[in-house]
C-alpha cells in the first residue's frame, strides 16, 4: 500500500509550450524580477571565468525562450564586443522585446542584440545563427515549458558545437500540491493575480532533478551537469 506522502507526490502537468495571451505577455513584461535575472547573469559570469572562458568580438550568445529580452538585454551589456541573439517563440512577446529595446535607456549599449521570432524546434532547418558558432547558449525558464525533454536537447544538441558553453536555469517542480499553492501564495505578495496563476502552472509543468539527470543519463549527454539551486531552481550546465 502507498503511504499518504506517495499519494501526494506532484505529477507533471505540462503547460502551453508558448505564452501569446496579451494579458501574460504584458503582466510578464511589467514585473520586475531584476533581482533573479542579476543573480543568473552573475553565475553565468562565474561559470565562464572559472572554466578561463572571455568573451568577445568572436563570439555568438544566444538566449532561447528571451521573453521580453530581459536577460538579453543584460547579456549584451555584460558582453559588450560579442553578438547576442534572443529568440522567442512567441510574437506577442518578440514585439514587447523589441519595444523595450527601442525605449531603453541602455539602447545605445544594445547594438549587438537583435531578436528573431521562431519556435526553438524549427531553428536547425534556419540559418540566421551559422555564421559563427555559439560560444554561449542561455536559457531562463525555459525548459518547463517544452512538452516532450527531448525537443529541448535535441535544440541545443544541434546549436552546440565543442566550444558551445550551455547555461539553462528553471524552476523546480515542488513535491507536492501544497508546495506548489504556499509558493503561489507568496508569489501573489509582490506580484498580479495574471502571474501567480502563471506562476503554479509552471511549477507544476517543470521537471524534477531526477527526471532531468535521468534524462541526460539516457540520452548521451551525461557531459552536462545538472543540480539545485536554494530547492526552488535547477541548473543545466556544460558543453554538450
Known amino acids: 500500500m502507498k503511504s499518504l506522502f506517495q499519494e501526494r507526490i506532484m505529477e507533471r502537468i505540462p503547460e502551453p509550450e508558448l505564452m501569446e495571451e496579451k494579458e501574460q505577455v504584458i503582466s510578464y513584461?511589467?514585473?520586475?524580477?531584476?533581482?533573479?535575472?542579476?543573480?543568473?547573469?552573475?553565475?553565468i559570469n562565474h561559470y565562464l571565468l572559472k572554466k578561463n572562458i572571455s568573451l568577445g568580438e568572436k563570439d555568438l550568445i544566444v538566449d532561447l525562450g528571451c521573453g521580453p529580452g530581459n536577460i538579453s538585454e543584460k547579456l549584451a551589456i555584460k558582453w559588450p564586443n560579442t553578438q547576442v541573439v534572443a529568440?522567442?517563440?512567441s510574437k506577442e512577446m518578440i514585439l514587447r522585446a523589441e519595444n523595450n529595446k527601442n525605449i531603453s535607456t541602455n539602447q545605445n549599449k544594445l547594438k549587438n542584440l537583435r531578436y528573431i521570432c521562431s519556435d526553438i524546434k524549427d531553428i536547425k532547418s534556419n540559418n540566421f545563427l551559422f555564421k559563427k558558432e555559439i560560444s554561449l547558449l542561455v536559457s531562463n525558464s525555459l525548459i518547463h515549458h517544452i512538452t516532450k525533454l527531448e525537443d529541448f536537447f535535441n535544440t541545443i544538441r544541434s546549436l552546440s558545437s565543442n566550444i558551445t558553453v550551455n547555461f539553462h536555469k528553471d524552476l523546480k517542480r515542488p513535491l507536492d500540491e501544497k508546495s506548489a499553492l504556499e509558493l503561489k501564495a507568496q508569489c501573489l505578495t509582490k506580484y498580479n493575480?495574471?502571474?501567480?496563476?502563471d506562476y503554479y502552472a509552471s511549477l507544476r509543468a517543470?521537471?524534477?532533478l531526477k527526471e532531468l539527470k535521468n534524462f541526460t543519463l539516457e540520452n548521451d549527454l551525461s557531459s552536462l551537469d545538472v543540480f539545485e539551486e536554494a530547492d526552488k531552481y535547477l541548473i543545466v550546465y556544460g558543453n554538450v
Open 87 to 89: 529568440i522567442d517563440g
Open 206 to 208: 517543470s521537471y524534477t
Open 193 to 197: 493575480e495574471i502571474l501567480a496563476n
Open 29 to 43: 513584461d511589467k514585473a520586475d524580477f531584476s533581482e533573479g535575472e542579476v543573480n543568473l547573469i552573475n553565475q
